[in-house]
């Protein structure tokens, strides 16, 4: 027996010398297949933005503000100009102004989970839609997951491409709610001339019975028999550097709304159109708030400042169309105008209404130059005006100033949601139901969906699973448009630190994507 076997016994036990090297070999393997990957990617990544650099040097054509395309199918809408009297401005400007403070969004969740939640420390923690809730005990899907996860992988509508954590804070603005999910007004909307005008309830009303459930059956679904019942009235305010990323406006159903189940699935019952018998039509109203004018003043610009502050408002009115194949010469849905955009300038007191379950919409990014404070989705923030100072001043969860804001640097907006119903009775109806919807009718629906497109593996998924492929399978926005994207192949590839090894992040990726990030 040599030497180092009398010392070391171990090194010389043939089997446990062969499972030494099986797993030297596996790690070598692991190795050589992240090291082949990345070897990879990132020429791929240099050579994306080489090509970004070169079709950068040839513009976009430049985009006209309210460049509506004649003669396509489109969701009813309706723009009005200088849309609240002076008296109701100044009870805004006196809500947003009076040092009760405007919190983040985050806090906006009735439901934690669809079944997917674990607490804290389980392997599923890990999946990539994971996010620990606000208590951080469970993990769980955020809740507008769809919008975030949009946003942060695509760069959103512009494009952006940027590290994960300063992503996030572009898209956490802050709400003062003035009517709550119970109904309950701060405010007498009695008293607001402008939702009771004979104009305004008949643009609403027209908005209403656009949609197919009234198209349906007109008889019983006359537009003068309609009702609005005004549900949500909220002041939003953006800080510098913000936007409000494209999304849907969260859906009612007969026997499910945000209190029964949470809002991302909401959000995707909606877009699969397999619970659209269930759908509860509802109206948006969008209006900016200015702090010193009272009349809007029309932009003599006609095309978008892609340089400029930003802070539009935009959606995509087009609906999907049926069309004939010519090869199989059958109707197929086409989607070729779905894609398109129209955007608003920002002015003040101007008022938007449409339909925000059924049209996408968003903000553009505010200022686009500014960086906001990286914010934690996982925390509350809040920001109040302080009228002895003439500042805004933004809290961080613990009550610390982390900055302040002259009054005029946030942009304020007016938003509000209104119920559609057919009837009286049908409003009674919807106040007076006790029965919901159940989680497990929701997943069999999906599931037999999903069979029919041969994309369920099993029947037999854990809810984890399950809402994995659903979101993958029936969850779409529209790819970034507005501008000459940066992404790499509509991918932000800004996110890969939070994807690779930290040792690959630190030695290769950092030196790469700083300055470009």
């Not at 699935?265 to 759908?279: A, C, E, I, P, Y």
Request: with cysteine; net charge neutral.
């Amino acid at each position: 027996m040599t030497e180092n076997c009398k010392n070391h016994k171990s090194d010389c036990d043939p089997s446990k010398r062969e499972k030494q090297n099986k797993n030297s070999n596996r790690r070598s393997t692991v190795k050589c297949m992240v090291i082949v990957s990345f070897s990879i990617l990132l020429p791929a990544i240099i050579i994306g933005v080489f090509f970004y650099n070169v079709n950068n040097l040839q513009r976009l054509e430049p985009i006209k503000y309210n460049d509506v395309i004649p003669g396509i199918n489109s969701y009813k809408w309706h723009y009005f100009e200088n849309f609240f009297d002076n008296k109701s401005t100044d009870l805004f400007r006196d809500l947003a102004l009076n040092g009760e403070a405007l919190t983040t969004i985050v806090d906006d969740k009735s439901v934690e989970s669809a079944g997917e939640a674990v607490t804290v420390g389980h392997a599923d923690c890990r999946h990539p839609f994971m996010t620990l809730n606000l208590n951080r005990t469970i993990c769980h899907f955020s809740n507008r997951l769809d919008v975030g996860m949009h946003f942060v992988k695509t760069g959103g509508f512009n494009g952006h491409i940027e590290y994960y954590e300063r992503m996030v804070a572009r898209i956490i603005p802050f709400r003062r709610r003035l009517v709550q999910k119970n109904y309950n007004s701060l405010i007498n909307l009695k008293n607001l001339p402008e939702f009771n005008s004979v104009k305004f309830i008949d643009r609403v009303k027209e908005i209403c019975a656009d949609c197919y459930l009234f198209k349906k059956d007109p008889s019983s679904h006359k537009k003068s028999s309609i009702l609005n019942e005004m549900f949500q009235l909220d002041l939003l305010l953006m800080l510098p550097g913000q936007e409000l990323p494209m999304h849907l406006n969260v859906p009612y159903f007969w026997g499910a709304d945000r209190n029964t189940l949470p809002q991302w699935l909401l959000v995707l019952m909606k877009k699969s159109k397999l619970f659209d018998h269930l759908f509860i039509p509802q109206v948006q109203g969008f209006s900016w708030l200015d702090l010193e004018q009272y009349t809007g003043v029309e932009p003599t610009e006609q095309y978008v400042d892609i340089n400029g502050d930003g802070g539009d408002f935009y959606f995509y009115p087009y609906k999907e169309q049926l069309k004939k194949n010519p090869i199989t010469n059958v109707e197929e849905v086409s989607k070729e105008n779905a894609n398109k955009y129209v955007i608003l300038k920002q002015v003040a007191n101007s008022a938007i209404v449409l339909d925000g379950a059924q049209v996408i919409h968003g903000v553009d990014r505010y200022r686009h130059y500014d960086i906001p404070p990286l914010f934690s989705h996982n925390h509350h923030y809040k920001i109040r005006f302080n009228k002895e100072t003439n500042l805004w001043t933004l809290y961080d969860f613990q009550d610390n100033e982390l900055r302040n804001y002259y009054k005029n640097d946030v942009k304020l907006m007016v938003v509000w949601n209104m119920h559609c119903f057919a009837t009286e009775q049908e409003k009674i109806k919807f106040h007076s139901q006790t029965e919901n919807i159940t989680l497990d009718y929701v997943m069999n629906v999906f599931k037999e969906d999903l069979k029919k497109k041969d994309r369920l593996p099993t029947d037999d998924l854990e809810p984890l699973n399950l809402w994995t492929i659903v979101i993958k399978e029936y969850l779409s926005y529209p790819a970034n448009t507005h501008q000459q994207s940066s992404t790499f192949f509509g991918i932000n590839y800004c996110l890969l630190p939070n994807i690779v090894p930290k040792w690959i992040s630190e030695n290769f990726l950092q030196p790469f994507l700083e300055g470009r990030c």
